[in-house]
């Protein structure tokens, strides 16, 4: 279940368990005839639809945003993979880390939950180490969050900007993150970027959630670039490897491949050097993402009202108690209050600015997130540097 500390000004705040290979959320919250219960909610949805600014029952909803979502996948973790990134002892090694890294991203969902969608300007910080982390929603709609990550003592930064769409399709609904992620190893002068794969949830014949899609990671500082695919079952749900992820590392110019990929992103998966064919482990999800302890709150007085576990808390207790009348009613509660902030802000002719990112928007680029500070403070909430549990 969730965990209660105290919050600003004596309230709560509720943390609830990172989403991990084993135990935490996706155990606490399951749906009963779930299946039958999506049927219904999307019975009057035509197929091709854009669920974009489709309003979920809380039944369906998981006691966390997707701002904290995303900030799980880069704060929570077992093996530093973020700051291995920047130990490697040449570019080659490097990217691998960063392959590896990009992987660990990757975090098993809860089939037939999603999280909360944010409210505009809701915010996240959370450290774990030297690595802090903090996330903006910078737009409402279309749903767009900012996340800025530095570690002083490796010298690493990351900014992610990211627009999600989801479309239903009769029989699934797939959700494309929009945007890019960008590292950057500062003691040696490259920039990764890379993108996301996309998130399919399957209702027939065979419901499940996966991972799928293409993700490429490109440093132009080194030449070199790696091809991830992921792959979910074959048509219909049957056949294929579930999970698995196949891609290579090669050299931009000359297209010449240096390592094959090869795994599942939920076990292991191995790098094979095609001169050598010498293979070696690249990640073990079991070591990352086996079983995450829960943050915990540090410094009460530093928590902003715009912070997720503070926004959410009424909302998340009622989802985790299954008590789903006052879940509504928090629910409604959240967007009434912003809803209201909305029409005073019209009201005084003022428009909502962003408060720790710039951002930018064109048809040729999408949207462009840029942090304001160069590095992220200490968070009051506090994420366990081990978080695997034995």
């Not at 802090?132 to 910078?138: A, D, G, P, S, T």
């Not at 040729?364 to 590095?375: A, L, Q, S, V, Y």
Request: charged share 25%.
């Amino acid at each position: 279940m969730g965990k209660e500390d105290d919050g600003e000004g004596g309230g709560k705040v509720l943390l609830t368990p990172p989403l991990a290979l084993e135990g935490g959320l996706a155990v606490e919250h399951r749906v009963p005839n779930i299946v039958q219960r999506i049927l219904s909610l999307f019975g009057n949805i035509r197929p091709g639809s854009d669920l974009t600014r489709f309003q979920l029952p809380p039944l369906f909803n998981i006691p966390k945003s997707h701002l904290q979502m995303y900030g799980e996948s880069v704060y929570c973790f077992g093996e530093d993979l973020l700051g291995k990134c920047a130990k490697g002892k040449n570019p080659l090694d490097r990217l691998a880390n960063v392959v590896a890294w990009s992987i660990s991203t990757t975090r098993p969902m809860i089939f037939g939950a999603a999280p909360l969608n944010p409210v505009l300007g809701e915010t996240h910080h959370v450290s774990n180490g030297n690595l802090n982390v903090r996330l903006e929603q910078v737009s409402h709609h279309p749903p767009v969050s900012a996340l800025h990550a530095t570690d002083e003592q490796e010298q690493v930064e990351l900014v992610w900007c990211q627009n999600p769409t989801a479309r239903y399709y009769g029989t699934s609904v797939e959700a494309v993150i929009n945007g890019k992620r960008v590292l950057k190893l500062l003691n040696f002068g490259e920039t990764y970027e890379m993108n996301s794969p996309k998130a399919l949830i399957r209702f027939f014949p065979v419901p499940g959630s996966n991972w799928v899609g293409n993700v490429r990671i490109r440093c132009r500082d080194s030449g070199l670039e790696a091809d991830i695919c992921y792959e979910g079952k074959g048509f219909l749900g049957f056949g294929g490897n579930h999970r698995s992820i196949k891609g290579k590392i090669f050299d931009s110019s000359s297209s010449k491949i240096i390592y094959e990929i090869n795994g599942f992103w939920d076990s292991i998966v191995t790098l094979k050097n095609v001169h050598s064919g010498e293979t070696t482990m690249l990640y073990n999800a079991k070591d990352t993402i086996g079983e995450l302890k829960t943050p915990s709150l540090r410094d009460p007085e530093g928590l902003e009202p715009t912070e997720s576990v503070v926004v959410w808390r009424e909302l998340g207790e009622r989802i985790l108690k299954r008590e789903w009348e006052k879940a509504r009613e928090a629910k409604t509660s959240v967007e009434e209050r912003q809803r209201q902030a909305d029409k005073e802000r019209k009201t005084r002719g003022e428009r909502w600015v962003p408060k720790y990112f710039t951002v930018s928007q064109t048809a040729e680029n999408g949207w462009d997130c840029f942090p304001k500070e160069p590095t992220v403070p200490p968070a009051p909430i506090i994420a366990s540097q081990e978080c695997i549990t034995d």
